[in-house]
């Protein structure tokens, strides 16, 4: 079983960063993969950037250049930078596990950008 918490979401002008954080509450070298999504009100749940086990990341093309995927092996933690944000940007953003084949999600935090 592996429980997510995310943290750092909050209110930010547009052109602003924020860096939001998911922490695992296993060894994260044993997750498969550990991806981002972000779900605004209304909308689908979509892929925002992914990291892999080994270190390879991708994203989406809508956040390409602009946001950033980092592990912290020794703090359990999955970071995503975010830079050069847009009032589009603004959803719950969500940390998703894959761990043995089984798949866990975080409760997600609020990224906002408005002025």
């Known amino acids: 079983q592996v429980q997510l918490v995310e943290s750092g979401g909050g209110l930010v002008q547009p052109g602003g960063s924020l860096r939001v954080s998911c922490a695992a509450s296993?060894?994260?070298?044993?997750?498969?993969?550990v991806n981002w999504y972000r779900q605004a009100p209304g909308n689908q749940r979509d892929f925002v950037a992914r990291?892999?086990?080994?270190?390879?990341?991708d994203y989406a093309n809508s956040v390409k250049g602009r946001f950033t995927i980092t592990r912290h092996n020794a703090e359990n933690t999955v970071y995503l930078q975010m830079n050069s944000l847009k009032p589009d940007d603004t959803a719950v953003y969500l940390c998703r596990a894959s761990q043995w084949g089984h798949v866990y999600w975080g409760r997600g935090t609020q990224v906002t950008v408005s002025s």
């Open positions: 990291i892999t086990h080994s270190g390879s990341t």
């Open positions: 296993v060894d994260i070298n044993s997750i498969d993969q």
